[in-house]
């Protein structure tokens, strides 16, 4: 069996657990994309699932229906009069400084009816003083007075403007004591919207991010770009009830000191480096990059028709484009005067060769810098409940949907609320606060092997605006039990649940969809059913079908069938959506081709398959699993690249120097630009052999193919099963992947010169037993020159893609943008470095920061220490995001991590939404401009799908982080590992964290789990602080001292209580493997 859990190689930055800077191409391993996708076992259980866990349909009973027993209704935990007493005590425990988050004190399993108990030397929770929260409340009812703020329940619009029903049950209806609220009203909803639209600089609107610490501060970033910095939310009350991930109106509070330069709040317990003072926000860039086959421009088949008449603009129609440019974004041009133009670069011109005139940011904003601003406060006024639901396929006109109040699933355990007789549900997710079980909920503490009720995973529904001003906790509603922790299939369901992509079986209508979209050129496998019997009339049966296009789907396409086309993917790979072909040309360029799967040929837009496949955004690779965005006939069989069968593509052809430069000299045009020669158009191809990362590596290294004969090559090392079809030989096909990886190499030194950024991470794969869901090895993924080479040729195709958007569709252009990371960060990265090993860190800009890393790896004798400053400048590094064009200024364009102006995705259709997207745009770019004046989407629609495309990027990377991390807790389960080496890499008071190299990951270590074996102290030298761990054992053991980069000897075991992780134990300093180990 294979190792891996999705599919290995190829590198998607946004997947895995350790979050690289991307190489943001498209699903390759690479210095861009941070980590390799683990391989992918497709077991053909993608999709599978016991139960949606979406939230959106949940939680709709309790509007006016009575409770029963079973919690199928949504239940007020305080609409009757004899619960009062009970709530007020609820609020009282709040009041006495109750914290339900965070190692200081601990919630007793249900059943355990005790007390609280506090560690020792735990302290209250830090909240606002009475004066601080009367002043709160009192400001609250003069801008309620000032601009027309109604009652709490004046719930307004949601994001998407569907009406969300006042919710009147959960505001105590009864008359009788009337309980103290704790946070201020909300703010009403329209005039919200009024200031927003009316650009009123005092109030924002944006998602809320909540660290995952006791009364942690959030962060909220301006959803229309208009601050540069985050805005920064200090505790609860200021985040008033908003939950993490939620949309909120933030209004800014005046700044103590103007003159204040951005600074982040700290908290008395936040370690005093990077990773307490800021997010850990992984950089999700899926580097998605299949590779393909080579072809021949010109050869024709004489079975097709083909139309070679749509061909690239002329430099005519290219100038005239370039001068519509402008009308994109609002800035003006004489702004493009302020700095430097990226075409202006040298390097930047004979890399990429932009045509858009677009301003470099001065040096000093690249990272954010100093001048970056003051970073504001600010307090949330109203939480924007999101969209219910989806309109009816079938019948569009039912607005049934709009009346659903909306609701969020939560997993977590259940624990019983001190003093009380009420339990609590406390999410898997730190960020999220904890949530109060219905009143008539009561646990099954029974379980087979005896195990508390908090061994066991629970689910519930938070249902929006159910949470009052006067309630210390948020309720929930329909708990309902998912099993037992460590156990894979519980677990599993658990994590796609919590973060809402258990998208389950694909609806009838969707199935249907895909039926016609693939019948006319389906073809059954010989030796199977013969068309017409039982079997064969099974619609969908993946093993009985083949597919082939019929000669009207290849007319008007290029014909690149006769050309040397190959793929080259993960092992286990089924899914392949791109192939590459490479030709050596008599003026001593190449010819690169870059072929994709053309999956807009079958989804329609507007059709049930159309919204399903956006609704899912994107593929989720697991450990054992994948859930796919398309159907299984679509992504791998009729879209699906494999070899020695016809496919429709859609095709990206361009020349290039043997150094990997675009720019050719240009005898007959002074000083006109020059432009690159591409030619962008459908295609139908057919690849000649379906290779791995491990033969094209063998490949390069010469260890195959050097002029033996094809009956004395070593089937080890180039497998019968993936040596070329259709008349080429494996001579051919090895030099086109030498010549591949000669071009590619080269440019890929001078795009590292031209300040290109790259994290490397360590990716963990895993083998499993034969059930399919035990692990049985698990071991680092290995990045090989051949999966770079993908990587090049796949970035190169998406940067052309982009810049042919821009220039031909204007603000309707889909792109990928990848922001600078956020400055404190990084500033935080070379005071450690400075004050750790003396060593110098310019983060200035991508390229001095990377120039930096490389000039560390050349200097520092410690290869640990070179992999922690890495693992550490991944932290303040932020995601990269779709939009739409036109919705950001220009300069806002730029990818950080590539150094580049614009980006988009192109290469991997079936697995991400946002290609479908690019794709279509495309053709309407080909067809003309009266195809691009009556596009199916506006402007503002194509934002608003990026935006979901985006959250649910998140979803499926913090989805396969999870499944990684649940794999490898239950390998440690069974295979400790035992005295390894640790790096700390951040200190704080009562904890710290230890990166393991040997697994490649980071963990929180509590002295409070370490009292039974040592005595710690704390230390804070010169704002620096070190933690001094003495052995209670006799005799002369050596004290550990914790200090930045402090090697230790740790133990890795299995956290077995929900969320399962990795726990790590301190053994002693390090000192080498002893030799039991």
Request: with cysteine; proline share 6%; glycine share 6%.
């Amino acid at each position: 069996m294979s190792l891996g859990g999705r599919k290995a190689g190829s590198t998607r930055a946004d997947e895995g657990p350790r979050a690289l800077i991307p190489s943001d191409h498209d699903d390759r391993p690479s210095d861009d994309t941070a980590h390799s996708r683990g391989q992918n076992h497709n077991r053909g259980r993608g999709g599978r699932g016991r139960g949606r866990g979406r939230g959106g349909r949940s939680g709709r009973g309790g509007r006016g229906n009575k409770r029963d027993e079973t919690n199928a209704t949504m239940p007020s935990i305080h609409s009757e009069i004899n619960e009062q007493k009970a709530c007020d005590e609820e609020a009282r425990q709040l009041e006495k400084g109750y914290e339900s988050s965070g190692p200081d004190e601990t919630v007793e399993p249900a059943g355990n009816r005790k007390k609280v108990t506090k560690a020792p030397g735990a302290k209250r929770r830090n909240r606002p003083q009475k004066s601080e929260r009367a002043a709160i409340k009192k400001q609250a009812e003069e801008e309620k007075k000032d601009s027309g703020i109604t009652t709490e329940t004046n719930k307004g619009p949601s994001i998407d403007n569907h009406a969300v029903p006042e919710n009147k049950k959960y505001a105590n209806p009864k008359k009788g004591k009337t309980r103290k609220d704790i946070y201020p009203p909300y703010a009403d909803y329209d005039e919200c919207l009024a200031r927003y639209a009316a650009h009123d600089k005092t109030i924002i609107r944006g998602k809320l991010r909540v660290m995952p610490k006791k009364n942690g501060a959030s962060f909220v970033s301006c959803d229309r770009g208009s601050l540069t910095l985050d805005v920064v939310i200090e505790d609860k009350f200021f985040r008033n009830r908003g939950l993490d991930g939620d949309y909120v109106f933030v209004e800014l509070l005046p700044s103590e000191n103007p003159s204040d330069t951005e600074a982040s709040p700290t908290n008395g317990n936040d370690t005093s480096t990077l990773g307490a003072t800021m997010e850990k926000l992984e950089l999700q860039e899926q580097t998605m990059s299949d590779n393909g086959p080579s072809h021949d421009v010109s050869s024709e088949s004489e079975d097709y028709e083909i139309d070679d008449a749509v061909q690239n603009e002329t430099d005519h129609e290219d100038e005239a484009h370039l001068q519509h440019i402008e009308a994109i974004t609002t800035k003006d041009k004489s702004n493009e005067t302020k700095g430097n133009m990226w075409r202006d670069d040298k390097i930047q011109r004979r890399l990429w060769n932009p045509l858009v005139p677009i301003r470099k940011a001065p040096p000093c904003m690249q990272t954010g810098g100093d001048n970056a601003g003051h970073q504001a406060k600010g307090k949330v006024l109203y939480v924007i409940p999101p969209k219910s639901s989806q309109a009816s396929e079938l019948k569009p006109s039912d607005e049934t949907h709009l009346g659903v109040i909306p609701s969020r699933t939560i997993v977590g355990s259940i624990h019983s609320l001190p003093g009380t007789n009420r339990n609590i549900l406390k999410p898997n997710n730190k960020s999220l606060p904890h949530f109060m079980c219905p009143r008539n909920f009561r646990p099954n503490i029974k379980s087979e092997d005896n195990d508390t009720i908090s061994s066991a995973l629970y689910r519930s529904e938070y249902v929006f605006g159910s949470w009052t001003a006067a309630d210390p906790f948020p309720p929930c509603v329909n708990v309902k039990s998912m099993g037992n922790s460590c156990n894979v299939e519980d677990e599993t369901m658990a994590l796609l649940a919590e973060f809402d992509v258990d998208h389950g079986d694909f609806p009838s209508a969707v199935l249907k969809d895909v039926e016609e979209s693939v019948q006319s050129g389906r073809i059954f496998t010989k030796g199977k059913h013969k068309k017409g019997s039982r079997s064969a009339n099974k619609s969908l049966e993946a093993e009985d079908l083949g597919w082939k296009p019929t000669p009207e789907m290849c007319l008007g396409r290029r014909d690149y069938r006769n050309e040397r086309i190959f793929t080259i993917d993960p092992t286990t790979a089924k899914d392949l959506d791109d192939a590459l072909h490479i030709k050596a040309l008599p003026d001593g360029m190449v010819e690169i081709g870059v072929h994709i799967a053309d999956v807009s040929h079958f989804i329609k837009p507007d059709t049930a398959l159309d919204h399903e496949a956006a609704r899912r955004a994107t593929t989720i690779y697991l450990v054992d699993r994948t859930v796919p965005m398309l159907p299984r006939p679509l992504c791998e069989i009729a879209c699906s690249l494999n070899e020695n069968v016809e496919r429709l593509a859609f095709s990206c052809v361009w020349r290039m120097n043997m150094d990997g430069t675009l720019e050719t000299p240009n005898k007959n045009s002074k000083g006109k630009k020059n432009k690159p020669d591409v030619w962008y158009g459908k295609s139908v191809i057919k690849s000649c052999a379906r290779l791995d990362y491990a033969t094209a590596q063998n490949i390069i290294d010469r260890k195959i193919a050097t002029g033996e004969k094809v009956e004395a090559l070593d089937e080890t090392l180039w497998p019968q099963s993936r040596q070329p079809t259709g008349g080429h030989t494996i001579d051919q096909v090895a030099a086109d992947v030498r010549l591949m990886h000669k071009v590619a190499m080269a440019r890929r030194a001078l795009r590292f010169e031209n300040g290109a950024l790259v994290l490397n991470g360590v990716k963990l794969s895993f083998q499993l037993e034969n059930d399919g869901c035990t692990p049985k090895k698990c071991a680092p993924y290995p990045i090989r020159d051949s999966n770079r080479l993908v990587e090049e040729y796949m970035l190169m195709a998406n940067y052309l893609v982009a810049q042919r958007l821009i220039t031909h569709a204007g603000g309707l252009a889909v792109l990928r943008h990848h922001p600078p990371p956020l400055d404190q960060g990084i500033q935080n990265l070379v005071a450690i470095a400075e004050e750790s090993i003396g060593f110098h860190i310019d983060a200035s800009t991508s390229q001095t920061l990377q120039a930096s890393l490389n000039r560390l790896g050349r200097e520092c004798n410690d290869a640990l220490v070179m992999q922690c400053v890495t693992e550490l400048a991944m932290i303040p590094m932020k995601p990269a995001k779709y939009m739409a064009a036109g919705e950001m200024d220009k300069e806002s364009w730029r990818h950080f991590a590539l150094n580049i102006p614009y980006y988009t995705h192109f290469t991997s259709p079936i697995r991400r939404y946002p290609d479908v997207m690019v794709h279509r745009l495309l053709q309407a770019t080909i067809d003309g401009e009266d195809e691009i004046s009556n596009f199916g989407k506006s402007q503002s629609e194509i934002h608003s799908t990026a935006e979901h495309c985006n959250d649910k990027k998140i979803a499926s990377k913090k989805a396969q982080d999870r499944s990684d991390r649940v794999f490898l807790s239950i390998y440690l389960k069974s295979k400790p590992l035992k005295n390894t080496m640790g790096v700390v890499l951040s200190v704080g008071e009562k904890t710290f964290t230890v990166y393991v190299p040997e697994l490649g990951v980071s963990t929180i270590v509590f002295l409070d789990e370490h009292k039974e074996t040592f005595d710690s102290q704390s230390f804070c030298d010169n704002e620096k602080r070190r933690i001094v761990m003495t052995p209670k054992k006799s005799g002369n053991a050596t004290p550990v001292e914790i200090r930045i980069f402090s090697k230790l000897a740790v133990s890795c075991y299995c956290k077995e209580a929900p969320p399962i992780d990795v726990s790590i134990m301190v053994e002693r300093m390090w000192r080498g493997p002893s030799p039991s180990s």
